[in-house]
């Protein structure tokens, strides 16, 4: 199971990431046994205390590791990733200013600009992690291609059912939108019995009660999926 947004933070901060037996660092290919002891300029270390003296000694500690990384990795510019490695220093806005050769305001200026980005990123992973805890409608057993069009939440199928049919059931106008096609396809088909067998005749009366143009959502309920048929067109059934 892929670990939460809140554990892969935990993870880039302490600059490694873990499994039930062992300690992987994340700048590099080394890993510890969590079984197992290791020596280390001239000490005995576990596996959890060996991957932090790695970290320290090998990468320069987390920060300094993830800002190793290429700025493909880190969405950093150069310059951001630059004074970003000064700020990590603990080094005054006045010397970072006389080392890049730019005015101390301008310093203070990106101060602020990355505290932005930071409560940004924030937002942004807040949305990314309600929307991995969105429940979705699984796609219909006789889906022909699993793809975007059937992310679809309870909350979604809800508003477009809404949307398309009246309080009597029909379909005020059949939507063009793929997901929203889905949909209204999909409430059609539970207007079948999946135990029985249609004749294309009674498909089209049941049809008929939610659509004018049943012909064209006859077909679409084969081609989606939803319904089959034999070779000759005789009989149908919901599959």
């Known amino acids: 199971m892929e670990n939460s947004i809140v554990d892969k933070l935990n993870d880039y901060q302490r600059g490694f990431s873990q499994t039930e037996t062992t300690y992987h660092c994340l700048f590099c290919t080394a890993t510890f046994n969590k079984e197992e002891i290791y020596p280390h300029d001239g000490h005995f270390f576990t596996a959890y205390n060996r991957i932090n003296t790695h970290i320290a000694d090998t990468h320069g500690g987390p920060i300094a590791g993830l800002l190793a990384q290429s700025k493909e990795q880190t969405g950093l510019s150069e310059s951001q990733q630059e004074i970003l490695q000064l700020f990590a220093e603990g080094l005054k806005d006045a ?6 050769g730019i005015s101390t305001s301008t310093v203070r200026n990106h101060r602020f600009k990355l505290k932005e980005k930071q409560r940004q990123a924030l ?3 807040s949305i990314m992690s309600l929307l991995q805890d969105t429940p979705e409608v699984p796609p219909h057993k006789g889906a022909t291609m ?16 809404a949307t398309y049919f009246d309080e009597a059931g029909f379909i005020k106008q059949f939507p063009s939108k793929e997901k929203r096609k889905l949909v209204v396809l999909g409430v059609l088909a539970e207007r079948f019995d999946s135990g029985k067998n249609y ?3 009674a498909v089209n009366d049941i049809l008929k009660q939610a659509i004018s143009d049943y012909v064209t959502v006859r077909r679409y309920l084969i081609e989606y999926g939803f319904m089959k048929r034999t070779n000759d067109g005789k009989t149908y059934w919901r599959t």
């Open 146 to 161: 699993i793809d975007d069009r059937y992310a679809i939440t309870a909350d979604e199928r809800k508003k477009i059912i």
């Open 199 to 201: 004749s294309e005749a």
């Open 123 to 125: 937002v942004f992973l």
């Open 95 to 100: 010397v970072i200013a006389q080392r890049l």
